[in-house]
DNA sequence: CCTTCGCGTCGAAGCGCTTCGATGACCTGC
DNA sequence: GCAGGTCATCGAAGCGCTTCGACGCGAAGG
């Protein structure tokens, strides 16, 4: 059984090739008829026009480029939301995703890029100082990127707003009446690495804490169960009055509730706990977490909507910051 | 600046068009100081191949599709280490990778075949009775699957043995002198939708447990940590001579520790446990959790080689079992 | 010495699609 | 009744690459 080309189509309708295009981009007026024939024999054929071909013509290869970091440290429920969602989205805009590594590099990128592979890219998880950045500057391809490095000149950026996530927790915990607290943050690479997100959230979180007045703490914390626990007592060993902790740390989350209940604290009775997480370890935990909700799905749909703003040649923001959204659940009171 | 065309390469070398393809593939012999001056060329120029035009003049893509499910019950850092090891594999092969989500379906899978995207297609979580499977049989485009359906004649699948991974654990708490023993599986929605995996490993323990003469126990576990304690209480006031317990569910198995603990069970005094998981998981738990590992990047590994050789007209085994490994830890004795 | 062979190279024919300019057919308005 | 304009369609020229057959040339064989 042959492949059906568009000239089978054609000959099956008893129209021109070009007149087959046409009708299925929709770039030039065709008659209801012609294109009701057309469509017919598109559908009694089974034709699906060769990607190869329409993005040699067309210059489009109709596929865009994710480029996932696959490292320690990354929260892996969020990357895959994130990858869901951009799949998902791009489908919808009839794109297909190639998946990358961030492991190929800057000639990686390159490599899609100038092969005409991908029409533009998606880079996730993007450090302060980047070293793919000069490269996308330089790119004639388009690209979005997911997180911000230390200049966004010239770039489109999105993310989760982590200074206010961080400002939201600590509002909460205030708003209840706590007066010490804590941040317990990501394992101390992921700072190291300067990631940017990690120390937004630092950052908005202790202003936010200065602003009530509150006295506050916020440090890295690594994610093996034991040295959670040490974190934990540690910090309650030093903080006798400490009332109120913020974890944002996915994997830590459900060990900082372990650690609490060994050593004696009732929560959310003794501490209130709030966590940055997905909704589903939130959920999971016992007692059910409160806390801010990384919206990945929505970080994903929109990355790409930019992205397929900017292949339409349309001008967009360089930076886009998404809200985070606070979910009171039965850890703080 | 124009981009680089094969053309622009031969004229820079002083060859013809021809034997700068020659030179790339390969597929003819070159003398040396032609291929140095072409190779040098390229260099100088920075050629990079159209992807697209290779893709329709040689009928390969170079691009296997690799569709992931995205469900509930799935084992997200399993999932990235394979999705990892799949696209560094491909890679090592001179393939991208194009990512799919199992909800495009059957219709997906046959778009991207049929519209030449991509050479060759990887499945990931196959159920029992999946209806991507007559599909698959009926496509040119060779295909891999991860797990077994039904029926795999004619199909090429790959997985980890879980009959074995699941006799693995029973040996070894027999091995260690337990005489009542109990596995915790996955949630129940995974065995309802018969993804196999998760029953075969049941089967496999039971089937071990039943050769050394134990008393043994399989049922399903949600992942809450309320769900969880409440179902290891039960087990532990049914079963008050359990001593051995096999988790085979990675969201619930903290979760196990902490419930053992609140129980006033030691772990491994009172309870040896064991649980099937990926090493992080293991090594992260309090105690280290004696584990057997999911080879999850030697499944993806396997699963690009195997499609590759059938992407060379090579002729593969249909089903390709990956012994487990058991790592002892300090959760048993 | 002429034929035969193989090696290294070239030219040209597509691969299946998009897109541009051209061509009728038909309508409009003066 | 005819210039001017639309509208629908067609034909052909590529897009950048691979691959097939052909060709020239020096070496080997008779």
């Known amino acids: 059984m042959r492949t059906v080309t568009i000239a089978d189509v054609a000959k099956h309708a008893g129209v021109a090739v070009s007149t087959v295009s046409y009708v299925l981009s929709g770039k030039r007026a065709i008659s209801a008829t012609t294109r009701q024939r057309v469509l017919d024999s598109v559908r009694v054929l089974g034709y699906h026009p060769n990607a190869g071909a329409r993005a040699l013509a067309s210059k489009r290869a109709k596929v865009i480029a994710l480029v996932l970091p696959l490292r320690a440290g990354m929260n892996l429920p969020v990357l895959m939301q994130f990858a869901t969602s951009v799949v998902t989205t791009a489908r919808q805009y009839d794109h297909d ?124 914390c690594e994610e093996s169960f034991d040295e959670v626990h040490a974190a934990v ?50 959920e999971r935990a016992s007692p059910a977490l409160t806390s801010v909700l990384i ?22 923001p360089e930076s886009t910051l998404l809200e985070p959204r606070l979910t009171i659940r039965e850890s703080s009171r």
């Open 233 to 282: 007592k540690l910090l309650l060993d030093e903080r006798p009055g400490l009332s109120g902790l913020v974890v944002h740390n996915e994997a830590a989350a459900g060990h900082v509730l372990g650690a609490l209940r060994i050593l004696g604290r009732r929560v959310p009775e003794d501490v209130s706990v709030v966590a940055i997480c997905p909704d589903d370890i939130a």
């Open 295 to 316: 919206p990945a799905e929505d970080v994903g749909r929109q990355a790409v909507r930019l992205l397929m703003a900017k292949l339409e040649g349309q001008a967009v």
């Open 97 to 220: 995703v190639l998946l990358m590594t961030a492991d190929e590099g800057a000639d990686g990128l390159h490599r899609v890029a100038a092969s005409a592979l991908v029409d533009g890219l998606l880079l996730m998880d993007v450090e302060i100082h980047d070293p793919r950045v000069p490269l996308l500057r330089k790119l004639s391809e388009p690209s979005v990127l997911i997180g911000f490095p230390a200049d966004p000149e010239g770039l489109t950026c999105v993310d989760l707003d982590f200074a206010r996530a961080g400002a939201l927790c600590a509002d909460h915990l205030a708003d209840l009446g706590h007066r010490e607290i804590a941040l317990l943050g990501a394992p101390r690479v992921v700072y190291e690495r300067g990631t940017g997100f990690a120390e937004r959230t630092m950052a908005g979180f202790v202003e936010a804490a200065a602003r009530h007045g509150l006295e506050a703490d916020a440090r890295p």
